[in-house]
């Protein structure tokens, strides 16, 4: 057997068949032998033909810019790597979602398609107070013969007539927040002559010579498009490097020579990824039936509607090879490959001559590194998508993984979208199955997270500015936006692979308590809404819940809810912090400290009194613009460095409505039973953590020790009945009749626990070795944090016991 056949062989005996398996070396290969050729042309890579990460990121370290069309490709190219000065946005319907993203990103440039959208890219750069970049995509009159797949020169949804060329000059001079950089013309596809290359470019760089002399300054650049093809099929030949650059290159170097501060881009899809890529599937039986050879595979046109022939006039076979399981004689025939779909169209090869198929042989069909399970029905009798692999030398590396059915199906879980409005409440739970909320099938995933949350933990304890590690994923990312409401939310979890459209309370807690397992801190660390979002929703104005939310449309944003006071200890009532009028403007001064890292914060709230009525109030602040009268300091910390402690002192900083929360309307006062609301529905989170950091210690050992799996059995079991104690506490606060006794009950237990586990683990025989361990070092000093958040835990015996005797009959 070849070589390579073992290696096919071992990836399907690993990760199942059909899937796709991609070679790194050959994607490098083929930009640096573009790159060479036209050393002046800036690449840009289209996602469309393959946006599998791994693929992207290749290409982005290569040194390619990207061209995306839709939100994940955006997000894909974002987490590859690509700086925002080299990202294109093209594509007929873009979603305000998608051009507000770019636009506070400050892409390389939108590529409008109309003038419509061109106002509206202006209109929205101008409500966020930037300039942006366009190019204008132009649909000229010229034809582009060559091409197998013509998308200008001719009646498209693409692009804007050149006929209406003036006019949209003309019109775009009123748009102040938008500027025209370049142009942009896509003339077609699979494209393998170098002189039909060269006569398009040429057509264009007039065209972008015209334009540029209309507008009356340089444009930055010209994408010409790209189209480049690959052979497919009997009879069809490479694009011949050589020969294009000999036909292109002076074109472009005389374009370049007048327009110096012009750079011409290319955008190429097909070409730097089909023959990279292979699609394989498992043969499942064989049949000769009315004279004809069958070979029925696993995988067909559901995974690779390509080389079923979707999308073109006549059915031509790919390439196909086939990898036998066993040793046999060879017998050579015509054979057609099928795939397992129920229409006749299921064609993959016809009349291919292989050596007498078996079932469990291996079909192999090259040339299928682009346009293949992302441009194919996956869905259609619900296979779903494949399992991608890449190879790079001898590393072999799983870069996507086949659909799970559990996702499938949990995409189809229905929820009531009834009577759903703008609703400023965070939403409650969507778990209406009867099944635990901690065995929910997204908690699976997050396991995923483990290493990164570990890592990030253990940075977290010297650099503040770890966090950003976890921002980078997109799970965590739309983790930190959870309670942001949806209007405002740029990043919800129905984008991410968990599996879910949003998270309820109880879910929520259910996965801060999973994620705990890994790094508590990195929860705390996050850049989110916090409790002051609550609050916000709760009582704020429209005005500052705008002002409060906006961001985080496109970013992250560190908040804070200041009420407890040194010296006043955690009941709020007792500080001194106050708004006083005396000297005419309402003034606040104020001593805080919180757990949470202020210092970082862009905005939050600081909670005082009236200083003339005693009155409650919450003042909204952005520490950054009313600097000189607030200093946050920064308090060192030994448990959970993510969390941070902070002191913020204000002094006679003039307070006007609008700072006010709710703006000083008069109702406040009852406002602040809703507060006190909000608060109590944060309390289950320090259980959680605590409930979680325990279980990660116990996972912790289970893993590096042998003795330590029966010596923890029982407080496994003890995690367990808690967490279905919390579960009931969650379960009142979602009916709307929560126990305030239960939940200090519940946090007590849990920080209570925590304590036992680690006196359990250093109890242990091993327990010199776990004092070596940094993770179990950092776990534990983690847990002993808990204590002290949410108050300490002999105000929550107290709690519990006061709200216990309340209800007790008299
Ligand atoms: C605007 C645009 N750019 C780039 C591409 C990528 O084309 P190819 O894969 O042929 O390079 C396409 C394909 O449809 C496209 O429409």
Redesign the pocket.
């Known amino acids: 057997m070849f070589d390579e056949d073992k290696r096919l062989w071992a990836i399907a005996d690993t990760v199942g068949t059909p899937f796709y398996v991609f070679d790194a070396a050959i994607i490098r290969e083929q930009y640096f032998k573009l790159k060479t050729a036209f050393p002046s042309v800036d690449f840009f890579y289209?996602l469309?033909?393959n946006p599998n990460l791994s693929i992207v990121r290749e290409l982005v370290t290569a040194g390619m810019g990207c061209?995306v069309c839709s939100f994940l490709e955006f997000e894909t190219a974002a987490a590859a790597g690509v700086g925002s000065d080299r990202m294109l946005f093209?594509g007929p319907a873009k979603s305000d979602r998608e051009l507000e993203r770019c636009v506070v990103a400050g892409i390389k440039a939108i590529v409008v398609e109309s003038l419509t959208e061109l106002e509206r890219v202006d209109r929205l750069a101008r409500d966020l107070d930037r300039v942006q970049n366009i190019a204008l995509r132009l649909n000229p009159d010229f034809h582009f013969p060559g091409a197998r797949l013509s998308?200008s020169g001719r009646a498209t949804q693409f692009g804007i007539d050149i006929a209406a060329i003036d006019e949209v000059l003309a019109r775009s001079c009123q748009h102040g927040n938008t500027r025209i950089a370049g142009i942009h013309v896509?003339m077609g596809?699979?494209i393998l002559e170098p002189t039909t290359i060269a006569n398009n470019t040429r057509q264009i760089l007039m065209l972008a010579s015209e334009v540029a002399a209309k507008l009356g300054y340089r444009l930055d650049f010209v994408d010409i498009?790209?189209?480049?093809g690959v052979p497919y099929h009997e009879g069809e030949e490479a694009l011949d490097l050589d020969a294009l650059r000999y036909e292109l290159e002076p074109i472009i170097s005389s374009y370049e020579a007048e327009y110096p501060r012009t750079k011409v881009c290319i955008?190429?899809?097909?070409?730097m990824v089909a023959s990279a890529g292979r699609f394989v599937a498992g043969i499942r039986q064989t049949k000769v039936t009315k004279g004809e050879n069958f070979a029925i595979c696993d995988g067909g046109s559901n995974v690779h509607s390509a080389a079923a022939g979707q999308g073109s006039l006549l059915r031509k076979n790919f390439p196909i090879s086939l990898v036998k399981g066993n040793d046999r004689a060879p017998a050579a025939g015509q054979w057609t490959i099928t795939g397992p779909l129920c229409t006749p169209m299921d064609i993959l090869g016809k009349d291919v001559l292989l050596d007498r198929p078996e079932a469990g042989d291996l079909i192999c069909i090259h040339q299928s590194g682009?346009y293949g399970a992302t441009a194919s029905p996956v869905n259609f009798l619900g296979f779903g998508q494949p399992a991608e692999v890449m190879v790079d030398g001898e590393t072999i590396t799983l870069v996507r993984e086949r659909a799970s059915i559990a996702n499938l199906l949990n995409e189809q879980r229905p929820r009531s979208i009834s009577g759903a409005s703008r609703s400023r409440e965070i939403k409650t739970s969507c778990n209406s199955s009867s099944t635990s909320v901690f065995q929910h099938p997204c908690l699976e995933r997050l396991d995923d997270l483990k290493d990164l949350l570990i890592a990030t933990g253990h940075k977290l304890e010297r650099d503040t500015e770890a966090w950003r590690d976890l921002w980078a994923d997109p799970i965590m990312r739309a983790f930190t936006l959870v309670g942001v409401p949806e209007r405002y939310n740029g990043f919800s979890l129905g984008d991410t692979s968990l599996g879910i459209e949003d998270c309820g309370y109880s879910l929520h807690i259910a996965m801060i308590e999973r994620l705990a397992r890994f790094d508590a801190s990195c929860i705390l660390a996050l850049q989110g809404p916090s409790l002051a979002g609550g609050a916000i929703l709760k009582m704020g104005t429209e005005a500052q819940i705008e002002q409060f939310f906006s961001r985080y449309r496109t970013g992250s944003q560190g908040t804070f809810f200041a009420v407890t006071e040194p010296e006043a200890g955690s009941d709020p009532s007792l500080g001194i912090s106050a708004v006083s009028a005396t000297t005419g403007t309402p003034r606040l001064t104020a001593r805080k400290m919180l757990v949470g890292n202020a210092q970082r914060a862009a905005i939050g709230l600081v909670f005082a009194k009236a200083a003339e009525t005693n009155r409650p109030i919450l003042v909204l602040i952005e520490p950054d613009r009313h600097a000189s009268n607030v200093k946050i300091e920064h308090l060192q910390t030994f448990g959970l460095c993510g969390a941070m402690l902070c002191s913020i002192t204000i002094d006679e900083l003039p307070i006007d409505d609008n700072m006010i929360l709710g703006g000083g309307n008069p109702s406040l006062r009852d406002g602040f039973l809703a507060i006190n609301e909000v608060f109590e529905r944060n309390r289950p989170i320090v259980a959680a953590l605590a409930l979680g950091t325990a279980r990660g210690i116990l996972d912790h050992l289970r893993a590096t020790s042998k003795v330590a799996a029966h010596a923890i059995a029982d407080l496994e079991l003890t995690h367990a009945a808690l967490l279905r104690r919390l579960e009931i506490v969650l379960a009142a606060y979602e009916t709307g009749r929560p126990k305030a006794h239960e939940i200090s009950l519940i946090k007590l237990q849990a920080v209570q626990f925590a304590d036992r586990v680690i006196q359990r683990a250093f109890s242990l025989p091993s327990s010199a070795e776990f004092m070596m361990d940094p993770t179990l070092r950092k776990k534990t000093r983690d847990a002993k944090a808990f204590e002290y958040m949410e108050g300490a835990s002999n105000i929550h015996a107290q709690n519990a016991f006061r709200s216990y005797v309340a209800r007790m009959p008299q």
Do not use: C, D, H, Q
């Open positions: 289209s469309k033909a061209e093209v998308m896509y596809t699979r498009g790209g189209g480049f955008e190429l899809g097909r070409y682009a």
